[in-house]
């Protein structure tokens, strides 16, 4: 079946320090996305990338689509406490109707 | 004046009751979903609607049936309920479906417990 792998599933960091979350596809991805899920709470929506080496930068995260469009990472610069949460990729592969989840990186942040 | 919302929060049944969960969105979206997230966080789309009309199914067992009556609405009816169908399961839309724009508003979420 269709997959989106995630690694690592659990990061834990001290604050101020970098988390990097990747994510691979064995097939081309038209896009990927990245949700943020908070303790609790429920995926919210923090970016798209369409385009093939295309990097997007929210102040401390920046995202990157790998050129064969097949990975992506997001990394955060110098964590917070408020970064805690499961950070899921979400990518559609090939022509599927479906945007496929990976299993998502729960970050930890120890203050 | 939320966006996407769904009741109960919290449903708490015997095995072999049925249980409906409704979801409601106020964003003028054409597209609504409903995704399970088991005890492991992993999300997994079961179905997606399409202005009423079913165009995601999968590989649910028939006890789920939804019903949208209208776009706005999407509901998940649970028939003869397992102990495996605990989860939380959330109801989504999005304003495009395709490559382009189809960014998730997910609901709070309905978590499901079956004793």
């Known amino acids: 079946g269709q997959q989106v792998m995630q690694i690592p599933q659990y990061q834990h960091v001290q604050e101020g320090e970098d988390f990097t979350t990747y994510c691979n596809s064995s097939t081309t991805l038209s896009n990927i996305q990245w949700y943020k899920q908070r303790p609790g709470g429920h995926p919210v929506f923090l970016i798209q990338?369409?385009?093939?080496?295309e990097v997007k930068k929210q102040k401390r995260l920046t995202f990157q689509f790998g050129e064969a469009k097949k990975n992506s990472s997001l990394h955060i610069t110098a964590t917070q406490t408020t970064d805690v949460g499961t950070y899921f990729c979400?990518?559609?592969?090939?022509?599927?109707?479906?945007?496929?989840f990976g299993k998502g990186t729960k970050l930890t942040v120890n203050p | 004046d939320t966006a996407v919302s769904q009741t109960p929060k919290y449903l708490v049944t015997q095995m072999g009751n049925d249980k409906s969960i409704k979801c409601e969105q106020n964003?003028?979206?054409?597209?609504m979903y409903w995704y399970k997230q088991d005890s492991k966080k992993f999300l997994k789309i079961m179905f997606s609607y399409n202005n009423k009309e079913l165009i995601i199914n999968e590989t649910v067992p028939n006890r789920f049936s939804p019903k949208s009556p209208d776009k706005a609405h999407l509901n998940l009816h649970i028939n003869s309920l397992e102990l495996g169908d605990s989860a939380v399961y959330f109801c989504a839309s999005t304003p495009e479906r395709g490559v382009i724009n189809e960014k998730l508003f997910f609901g709070s979420g309905t978590q499901l417990s079956v004793l």
């Open positions: 990338l369409v385009k093939s080496g």
């Open positions: 964003l003028g979206h054409d597209t």
């Open positions: 979400a990518g559609r592969q090939g022509g599927s109707e479906k945007l496929v």
